[in-house]
């Protein structure tokens, strides 16, 4: 299973559907510095995340933290929230408190 | 296609790992049960189940995962000292060892496991598992007695607020390697329960220089398990060697962590909320902790080993004992890496060609000689002398040692005497005596009858023995050594010994002998080995159905050996195996007779004389004051070919006789493959195979022992003409 990047046509918003891991994280890493180079905001959408593990994770904690630029995750996956769950970066992240509350319900109901 | 290969290939690794785990609980646990159980081996035993368990793990098969992790629970409790060995404990421990080898096959065969059985183990060990595991088990029945063992055990165990602390900084490198941290975190679940995560991104560059295939992020983790520090470690025992991976087991002194963080290179304030936040320290010990940091930065650094040793993370012992281990385990790891494993069937294909290799060669050696130029032969003989070479070191390879079959065998003495009520023990010696691979697994069946047997009719009840003076616990003994071209493997017990004169009787009203025959002592004890032949007075499950003996002595005679029995009334019975060592290819020795040729095994020729004249009559000669029965081939098989004016005998020896066999010409030593006789010819007396000569000629091989014994007991006569069988049937 490979990773589908879909950019919207206003750039400001990406979907990464599949896989998100050590297998794809180099050539998503690409595909978000082009699009960081067109725009400073951005959504990105982890609803069709398959699978992620250590390196996906680590993307988005970089992702997170390029300077100038503001990235926001939405729909995260339930794999997704599982793993920021585990990994209590949640609140490193930042992302919709609502969205990080409901994983922790969610796990905690596992 | 490629996956399911690859997938068979590996559970096929599974399978073979786990059954040499299997065996080797057995082994600690018989161990353990005799008293004999050395400190390595609760640490062993609880690896062999935790390896099982997690193998079973990635192939999904949950039931071998659910029923293991139970066992190796209470072997971890074992190992811990919570709990001690009782027989009763070894007794269910072998049952659940049993089990768990059933489940293995039974799933890797595609069947259903018997999960009934499962519970029924689970329900036995509930005795010995701690309190939180037998509440995950089923049904659980409160027994009084349980539950006092449950008090002494959560007494032995951590408080709920104490937690491991486990600080992972992996190698860069681990993500292209295949490997995920947080699967490895997750795993760590499996041990107990995960408090607290903190992922460290401390040294996270920047998304524009970032490598996202290397890993950047390092994790704090606050675990609560009641597991080992060894267990936990066990976790990580396949990370790089450069990741940095510090395990503090739970109460640990909050001086403790400035070892942990004076050995990482983040911000020790940040390492230290961090800490606080994992819930492994307080905010005041944190405090006092980094306080006693700053006194010791004001003296010169100590090195990180001298801080981990002062602040009583680890005592200088068990630094040395630690050191020690690793040694250990890496020279362990290097034998491993030493043997490498080969299908056998590659093996005997090898051998197969190498037997065709040796045909030729000896094929070519001969066309050589017949030409006469010198360094044409040179160079044959110099090939002839590689060959065999090659054979040797071929036929090797295929060499394992007895004690593979021995192994089995602790166990079902162990069994078979608690079945019969009688206490018996078991010694093994010349484990190490090597023979073909082929004979190892034939020769499994026809010893696991005579063990048996020699417990069962053998070994006196304790009470008989003790009536006549001797110990109480009976003793098989097992040996094996080699002699010349042969090994020899003998059960020997310390029981009644035969009688002669009730096996006489029995044979005469079963029929086997006629009434007044006259027979000597050895005769009469291999009367035990005819067809139907039983004199135990009481048949039990075990033997005294008059099959076995006989069933015994057919497999060894197909294996070209032979059984021998001696015994000492009251002081016990020693039968004998003796088998060749392989069936493939041997040194033979090639004489004639007639126009037909005849291979010698020649690890069984002594020497060769002539016949003396004037024995024309007689069939044995006088040899340095001894009588030497000898047998003329010629006539054993209906020679009528060219004669020799001056035959010669061939001495002979097998299992500790010597007879000679008359031929007409003696060509001297050669190669032999053994090729099977085909079906039609199985039944010929006295000739074990055949093989194909140098020059194209086919040469029976002599089945020199079926010979001697007919020679020696004087009735070779009958196997003349006879049937293969009929010769030792009518020995008898």
């Keep these: 299973m490979a990773c589908e990047i879909v950019v919207d046509a206003g750039a400001q918003s990406i979907a990464l559907r599949g896989e998100l891991t050590i297998y794809t994280v180099g050539e998503i890493r690409i595909r978000l510095l082009d699009v960081m180079a067109m725009t400073d905001k951005i959504d990105i959408d982890l609803g069709g995340v398959a699978e992620i593990d250590t390196a996906g994770l680590q993307l988005m904690l970089l992702a997170k933290r390029k300077p100038g630029k503001e990235v926001t995750f939405t729909h995260h996956s339930a794999v997704v929230l599982h793993l920021v769950d585990m990994a209590s970066v949640g609140l490193m992240l930042g992302d919709p408190l609502v969205i990080s509350a409901g994983g922790m319900a969610q796990t905690a109901g596992n | ?732």
């Design chain 2, 1 to 732: 296609m490629d996956t399911n290969d690859e997938l068979a290939e590996a559970l096929g690794v599974f399978m073979e790992e786990a059954r040499e785990l299997l065996a080797q609980m057995e082994e600690i646990l018989l161990r353990e049960e005799a008293g004999g159980g050395s400190e390595e081996d609760l640490p062993a035993l609880f690896r062999c189940a935790h390896t099982i368990k997690g193998s079973a793990g990635m192939f999904g098969f949950d039931e071998v995962v659910r029923f293991t992790h139970v066992v190796e629970n209470v072997l971890d409790r074992l190992r811990n000292g919570a709990i001690g060995f009782s027989r009763q404990l070894v007794g269910v421990l072998l049952d659940c060892q049993d089990h768990i080898a059933g489940l293995v096959s039974t799933i890797a065969e595609g069947g259903t496991p018997d999960i009934a059985r499962s519970d029924e183990l689970i329900a036995e060990l509930r005795a010995w598992t701690a309190a939180d595991d037998a509440a995950g088990a089923a049904a659980p029945r409160q027994l009084p007695a349980e539950s006092a063992v449950r008090v002494a055990a959560s007494g032995g165990g951590g408080t709920g607020s104490d937690y491991w602390h486990l600080s992972l900084r992996f190698a860069p490198g681990i993500l292209a390697e295949g490997m995920d941290p947080m699967c490895f975190i997750n795993y760590l679940g499996t041990c107990g329960r995960i408090v607290h995560v903190e992922t460290i991104t401390d040294h996270l560059p920047t998304l524009d220089e970032a490598d996202p295939e290397l890993c950047h992020i390092g994790f704090e983790v606050a675990l609560d398990s009641p597991a080992g520090k060894e267990e936990i470690e066990r976790v990580f025992q396949f990370v790089a060697e450069n990741s940095h991976i510090v395990i503090l087991p739970p109460h640990s002194k909050a001086t403790e962590f400035i070892g942990l963080i004076e050995s990482l290179d983040e911000d020790s304030a940040r390492l230290g909320e961090i800490l606080v936040a994992c819930g492994t320290l307080t905010p005041q010990e944190l405090d006092t902790a980094l306080r006693a940091q700053q006194q010791s930065r004001q003296d010169t650094p100590p090195r990180l080993g001298a801080i981990l040793v002062d602040s009583g993370m680890v005592a200088p012992a068990v630094v040395g004992a630690a050191i020690e281990k690793q040694q250990r385990n890496e020279e362990k790891r290097r034998s491993e890496t030493k043997s490498l494993k080969v299908p056998s069937e590659r093996l005997d294909a090898l051998i197969d060609r190498v037997g065709e290799l040796v045909i030729a060669g000896a094929g070519t050696h001969a066309q050589a000689v017949k030409i006469q130029r010198r360094d044409l032969q040179e160079s044959a003989s110099l090939l002839l002398s590689l060959v065999e070479d090659i054979r040797d070191m071929a036929l090797r390879l295929r060499m394992v040692a007895i004690g593979e079959v021995f192994s089995r065998f602790p166990r079902v003495v162990r069994d078979v005497s608690r079945e019969l009520g009688k206490d018996i023990e078991l010694r093994i010696s010349g484990a190490e005596a090597e023979l073909d691979k082929s004979m190892v697994e034939k020769v499994g069946d026809p010893l696991m009858h005579l063990i048996r047997n020699s417990m069962d009719h053998g070994i006196e009840a304790a009470e008989v023995r003790a009536a006549s003076g001797k110990p109480v616990r009976g003793t098989v003994a097992l040996n094996a050594c080699h002699e010349s071209g042969a090994i020899i493997i003998e059960v020997a017990d310390d029981g009644g010994g035969l009688d002669a004169d009730r096996i006489l009787k029995k044979a005469i009203e079963k029929g086997i002998v006629a009434e007044g025959a006259n027979l000597s002592t050895q005769e009469i004890y291999q009367l035990i080995l005819a067809p139907g032949f039983s004199t135990a007075e009481t048949v039990t499950n075990l033997s005294g159905r008059g099959v076995g003996m006989d069933v015994v002595k057919n497999n060894v005679e197909a294996l070209r050996g032979t059984l021998d029995i001696d015994s000492v009334p009251g002081q016990g019975t020693t039968i004998r195996l003796c088998l060749p060592l392989t069936l493939a290819i041997i040194d033979g020795f090639h004489v004639g007779v007639g126009s037909t040729h005849f291979i010698v095994p020649l690890d069984m020729v002594v020497e060769c004389v002539e016949l003396p004249t004037g024995l024309d009559h007689f069939d044995y000669m006088e040899q340095r004051g001894e009588a030497l029965p000898f047998v003329r081939l010629r006539q054993l098989f209906g020679e009528h070919g060219p004669a020799h004016i001056r035959p010669r005998v061939v001495i002979v020896r097998f299992a500790g006789k010597r007879a000679g066999l008359v031929v007409d010409r003696i060509y001297g030593k050669c190669q032999t493959v053994i090729k099977p006789l085909g079906p039609l010819f199985e039944q010929v007396p006295c000739v074990s195979g055949s093989t194909i000569l140098g020059d194209g000629e086919v040469a029976l091989i002599i089945d020199v022992a079926q010979l001697i014994q007919g020679v020696v007991t004087r009735n070779w006569q009958a196997t003349h003409g006879g049937t293969a069988r009929g010769a030792t049937a009518l020995a008898a």
